[in-house]
């Protein structure tokens, strides 16, 4: 049961139905827990990426984007959300983005969509 401050008063709710993502995978909240909606394995366990296909850095990070000069933070979206970028100046930039690989090193293309 969830409660909520509506105009002076309360809302209470049931919550029947909460979904998300983990690095592209559909998770859900069952029996106060997260799992990967196809349950074949538990929460706990790193899945590679829906888009490139690569698991986590061992630090966590994105490994498209891992290492990025001047990045605070960032995530790729990984193939189904906006990822974002947010730079130690305070900047932050939010999008879809795709990995271009190029000799020499990997650039990353930003396609805004508001």
């Known amino acids: 049961m969830c409660t909520h401050a509506v105009d002076g008063g309360t809302i ?3 919550v029947t139905h909460v979904t998300g993502y983990k690095r592209g995978h559909h998770i859900i909240w069952k029996d106060g827990e997260w799992e ?3 349950g074949e394995v538990p929460i706990d366990e ?3 990426c829906v888009k490139c296909g690569e698991m ?3 630090k966590g990070h994105d490994p498209c984007i891992a290492g990025l000069p001047g990045v605070e ?3 790729c979206g990984h193939g189904v959300q906006r990822g974002y ?3 130690e100046n305070g900047t932050t930039i ?3 983005f795709t990995k271009v690989r ?3 090193g990997s650039n990353i293309n930003f396609n805004h969509d508001g």
């Open 73 to 75: 933070n960032a995530c």
């Open 85 to 87: 970028v947010s730079f």
């Open 94 to 96: 939010r999008g879809r």
């Open 46 to 48: 790193e899945r590679p």
């Open 102 to 104: 190029r000799k020499g």
């Open 56 to 58: 986590p850095t061992e």
């Open 36 to 38: 990967y909606e196809d």
């Open 12 to 14: 209470e709710a049931k």
